[in-house]
């Protein structure tokens, strides 16, 4: 039998913070040296390639609003700023 598939991550937000969760966003960031920028970007990158930063754009997410993952908070710096204006041409 066939179940339909959880989804990797889910976001909701709580008054001025956007919440993500799900075991493998969460278990990046527990697994990441936040002090090393080298892994902060690749840890980025990761969660861009997840769809983390698309779906914090789709529900309102805006250049420096709090992210918390794993209990960790970020500030939301969107690495595709330009793709969201591109659409409206």
Do not use: H, Y
């Amino acid at each position: 039998m066939l179940r339909p598939a959880r989804p990797p991550f889910t976001v909701r937000r709580e008054g001025s913070q956007f919440i993500v969760a799900g075991r493998n966003v969460e278990r990046w960031v527990a697994e990441t040296d936040l002090e090393d920028a080298r892994r902060v970007v690749e840890l980025q990158r990761r969660l861009v390639k997840a769809g983390v930063e698309r779906t914090l754009s789709e529900m309102g997410a805006r250049r420096g609003d709090e992210v918390v993952i794993a209990g960790r908070v970020f500030e939301f710096i969107p690495e595709l700023e330009g793709d969201i204006n591109d659409g409206s041409a």
